[in-house]
């Protein structure tokens, strides 16, 4: 066939001889069928996890995100058995907004933790991942030196299911990892929405990575994530940016002291720190090795795991309750027949709302 692209006045465009076309289908597909991924008994899971076997985690990491009744069964059993094996670990939240630097503090964050001989599970929890399937937090290319470390553990966000469902996953995560050896846990979140609070119920030191903007950078932080806050801490004070941060740190730190000292009695710091350029790591940690410290000595610590594991009971079952209700094929007909007529004003909506948790009442004694 002749190219016009190889004509003269194309110089510099030439176009080569081809390899003729794949096909598309692979006629060794079969013979992959034996790297088929096994499948284990509980005691394996158990096993395995409780020997620090990356893949065995991951793999009943993945039964707890999957959403077969046959896998949540299995999953259940793997997380009751590795409960007692757990407690022993430092959980730490991280939120800061896209871009405030979350994935490369974390990356500087790791590698000192593990110069200290611990080991380290990095969690995500992301709201938006039902779109993004779990791609922007906790993703292994985003921390390069860690993701090769073999005492660190990176796991994206689960992404299926309400933030509820995604927390939950989560928590039930922790669980494992702990038993599996890691004792330490990052959990990341963005700070964009209600996801702090759930991480905020499921760590020991909840950390806002802020960044120093132009003054009045105090503004669009809603109140209620500086209040969950242990530590403040400013990013990216490095090069001309290390004044800013300084100012950023006192508007921080003014604005800290309207707030009434939390129930912990710990008052929470603010540093300056720089991920990319490794200023500061070693700060940051130990103002969260003196708050563990503090609060274990006060009674906090204890105080407020128990207040989390009862939390995660009520919602698990809120989830389970709320779940079993609107997966119910009658309810959903039910629900149908009466968002009409409360649209048509035939019936108010707690008439509505009554009539339909009756019947479900009726149907599922
Ligand atoms: P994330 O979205 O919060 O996870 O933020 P990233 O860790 O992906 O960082 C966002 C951008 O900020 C990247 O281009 C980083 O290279 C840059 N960055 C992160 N930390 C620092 C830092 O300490 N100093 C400077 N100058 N840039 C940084």
Not at 251 to 271: D, I, M, Q, T
Not at 273 to 287: A, F, H, P, Q, R
Request: charged share 25%; net charge neutral; proline share 3%.
């Amino acid at each position: 066939m002749d190219h016009i692209e190889n004509d003269e006045q194309f110089q510099g465009l030439s176009v080569n001889k081809g390899t003729s076309e794949q096909p598309t289908i692979n006629p060794y597909l079969n013979s992959f069928k034996k790297f088929k991924r096994k499948t284990y008994s509980v005691s394996e899971y158990v096993d395995g996890i409780r020997k620090g076997n990356i893949s065995i985690l991951g793999q009943a990491v993945t039964l707890i995100e999957s959403s077969k009744p046959e896998h949540q069964s299995i999953a259940q059993e793997v997380i009751e058995k590795c409960l007692p094996y757990t407690g022993d670990s430092v959980r730490i939240g991280i939120t800061g907004v896209p871009g405030a630097g979350k994935s490369t503090s974390i990356d500087a964050f790791g590698m000192h933790i593990l110069k200290k001989n611990n080991k380290l599970a990095v969690l995500a929890i992301d709201p938006s991942s039902e779109l993004t399937k779990g791609s922007i937090l906790g993703d292994k290319t985003r921390m390069e030196r860690l993701s090769v470390e073999k005492n660190a553990f990176i796991r994206p966000s689960p992404s299926a299911g309400s933030l509820g469902g995604v927390a939950r996953k989560t928590r039930e995560t922790i669980i494992l990892c702990e038993a599996a050896g890691f004792d330490r846990i990052i959990i990341e979140t963005v700070g964009v929405g209600q996801s702090e609070t759930a991480v905020h119920s499921m760590v020991d030191f909840f950390l806002l990575i802020q960044l120093a903007g132009t003054g009045d950078e105090l503004q669009g932080i809603k109140r209620g994530i500086m209040e969950m806050a242990d530590g403040i801490v400013i990013n990216k004070a490095d090069g001309n940016n290390i004044e800013k941060s300084r100012l950023a740190q006192s508007h921080f730190k003014n604005a800290l002291h309207l707030f009434p000292l939390p129930e912990s009695g710990w008052v929470p710091k603010v540093l300056t720190y720089s991920g990319y350029y490794e200023i500061g790591i070693d700060e940051v940690w130990n103002m969260i090795d003196e708050y563990i410290a503090f609060v274990k000595e006060n009674g906090y610590f204890e105080h407020k795991r128990n207040d989390q594991s009862r939390y995660w009971m009520y919602e698990t079952i809120n989830e389970r309750l709320k779940n079993n209700f609107y997966n119910n094929t009658v309810i959903q007909k039910e629900l149908g027949v009466c968002e009409e007529q409360v649209l048509n004003s035939q019936i108010s909506s707690f008439a509505a709302a009554n009539k339909v948790l009756d019947i479900y009442q009726k149907i599922s004694k």
